[in-house]
């Protein structure tokens, strides 16, 4: 598709409270979809939305807009 690549990502964690690092986090899953867009070899721009959805049935959504530079 040329310089643009979209993409999707399914994301699922499901920790327990006696976790030692992510004890906070509990249950959370949900879709991520976006585009990259490259500009040159060196530079490109990403825009994801995402939509989480955790052990208390409230969904949380959420917009990323990412410029990323390479040297």
Known sequence: MGKTRPYFRYEYVNAGKTEPVLNTVGRRNGP????RYDFSDYAAFKAQYDRI???TGKGVNGLTLQ???TF
């Open 53 to 55: 959805d955790g052990r």
């Open 67 to 69: 410029l990323a530079f």
């Open 32 to 35: 991520s979809f976006g585009v």
